[in-house]
């Protein structure tokens, strides 16, 4: 099976960086695109960026373009999230994702594996 562990969560001021980490295992880890979700209290997981192993496609949502990039190290199987000018509203816990396809599927996305999540904080 595929397994996703998280790390690289922490405090950070606002307008600062931060870059987290997801280390993919399992024998069908290229059958699956990867990606960012995160879920802030009292609200529904949101989708934040999304990743091919290869051919280097990439997708953002919209209240992160410009500041957000996702990345993947093929040989490590790890996808990173570099987060920068980092907001208070960027506040949430963080969710690596294996998806069955990098394309929406309608207005969503399926998801058939998720990491355990790892909090972010952007204190002012």
């Known amino acids: 099976q595929v397994q996703l562990v998280e790390s690289g969560g922490g405090l950070v001021q606002a307008g600062g960086s931060l870059r987290l980490s997801c280390a993919a295992s399992?024998?069908?880890?290229?059958?699956?695109?990867m990606g960012w979700f995160r879920q802030a209290p009292g609200k529904e997981r949101e989708f934040v960026a999304a990743i091919r192993w290869s051919g280097g496609s990439t997708d953002y949502a919209d209240s992160v373009k410009g500041r957000f990039t996702i990345s993947r190290d093929n040989a490590k199987n790890t996808v990173y999230l570099q987060m920068d000018s980092l907001k208070l509203e960027d506040t949430a816990v963080y969710y690596c994702a294996a998806l069955r396809t990098f394309l929406r599927v309608g207005a969503s996305r399926i998801v058939d594996y998720w990491g355990q999540g790892t909090q972010v904080t952007v204190s002012s």
């Open positions: 399992g024998r069908t880890i290229s059958n699956y695109a």
